[in-house]
């Protein structure tokens, strides 16, 4: 079954600087992986998602993530964190099967600090 | 440009009352979901959809029901509010592709008192 595990459930950052975001995953069969973004009392947006055409996906708002197969993660970074970057953070997984279904993570909640 | 719209924003229920959040989509997607996010429990899935017609349970279905009768809506119905059931509730949808993500609504939160 495949299942999503995001280290560090609070993490804080000083605005400018790197910020990293941990996800490790689960698959028995080639992953779809997903980094999706939360904001006070709003629904979840996508940040980006990997599909297997490269492993380095760039997506929203500066945000990047690597899936690294050797090491199962697909960890997401930023090189300069910005007071707007101050949300919730959610990795997820496609579950095969029917319905394509996603499993999430617990969420890392970010913290910009000036 | 309204996407996934649910409505009421913010409910309170007594223990006992039933209730249906409304989830309605624009983007002709086929898939529909519901989840529940409790806190530092991330989402978890209730229910989902494959289209007009077809439901299935997910992961924490107790204590709710599901309709799926066009493809732009799709109901979720408490009959019996218990304190349990205190949480943000968010609806989804996706195109059929395994590649394609979710796009969710702004949620509906309720509490149970």
């Known amino acids: ?114 | 440009n309204a996407g996934v719209t649910q409505t009421p924003k913010f409910r309170i229920l007594k223990i006992g009352q039933s209730m249906t959040l409304q989830c309605t989509q624009d983007m002709n997607h086929n898939y529909m979901y519901w989840y529940r996010q409790d806190p530092g429990m991330g989402l978890k899935l209730i229910y989902y959809s494959v289209g007009a017609g077809i439901t299935d349970k997910g992961e924490v279905p107790n204590g709710y029901n599901v309709s799926r009768s066009t493809t732009e809506d799709f109901p979720l119905r408490l009959e019996l509010a218990a304190p349990s059931q205190t949480s943000v509730y968010f609806c989804a949808s996706s195109h059929g592709e395994l590649n394609q993500p979710q796009h969710f609504g702004d949620g509906t939160r309720l509490s149970i008192l």
Request: hydrophobic share 35%; proline share 4%.
């Open chain 1, 1 to 114: 079954a495949q299942s999503v595990t995001q280290l560090g459930s609070h993490v804080s950052v000083s605005e400018g600087a790197l910020v990293l975001l941990r996800c490790n995953y689960s698959s028995s069969v080639p992953p779809y992986l997903f980094w999706y973004v939360q904001y006070p009392n709003q629904g979840l947006q996508l940040l980006l998602k990997y599909t297997s055409a490269a492993t380095l996906v760039k997506g929203i708002n500066g945000f990047e993530a690597e899936f690294k197969k050797s090491e199962t993660s697909f960890h997401l970074t930023k090189p300069s964190a910005h007071m707007s970057d101050a949300a919730e953070y959610f990795c997820a997984v496609r579950i095969t099967g029917g319905g394509n279904k996603l499993t999430f993570g617990t969420g890392t909640q970010l913290k910009v600090e000036l």
